[in-house]
């Protein structure tokens, strides 16, 4: 239930969204070659809820859409300045720098997964790229990008995290709450 003091901010399908991002990207990082059909499942779910993210990011709710969070470099340049001084504005939504953050994950989320699937093609002749790669040279490069995009993309999770954390302290809100159950104290702020 919310309260007066209350905004519903992030509907329960971005909460969803985000969540199972959470779960599954954590679950194939976790598994990599040793529970392969388990990585596979988690990786094909990965690219699953990056795709619906994306289509919510364009029809999805105010504060689901991309538009209203992703802003250009300069505009996120001040705004992280702003933060080091102490003194960045509050947003409803995602600010600048958490905005930029949702575009390099998806990215980076996306590139490991394709990444994944050429893998997969190659080394193991399955998946929808089974049968493209006839040479099984191609296995081994395309794993050690695999790697090496999912070990960048865990490092743009934990910046990420620290974001979030660091936003929490400066504007004296549990940022992590307020995904779980959508709410934000209402307040100044976009």
Known sequence: MVTQDQVKVWDPLVRALHWTLVGAFLAAFAT?????????L??????????ARLV???VGTRHARFGDFVRGPRTVRDYLRDVLRGRARRYLGH??????MIVALLVGLTLTGVSGLLAYGASEL???????FRDPWWAKPLESV?????????????????????????????????????????????
Do not use: C, Q
Not at 126 to 132: D, S
């Open 95 to 100: 600010n600048p720098a958490g905005g930029a």
């Open 42 to 51: 988690a990786g094909y779910t990965v690219l699953g809820v990056v795709s």
């Open 126 to 132: 399955a998946g929808p790229f089974a049968g493209t």
């Open 146 to 190: 695999h790697e090496v995009l999912a070990n960048l993309t865990l490092i743009l999770a934990g910046v990420h995290v620290a974001g979030v954390l660091a936003s929490s302290l400066l504007h004296r809100e549990n940022l992590v709450r307020a995904m779980v159950t959508g709410t934000k104290a209402r307040g100044i702020g976009s």
């Open 32 to 40: 990599g070659d040793e529970w392969l059909g388990v990585h596979v």
């Open 56 to 58: 919510w990011g364009v």
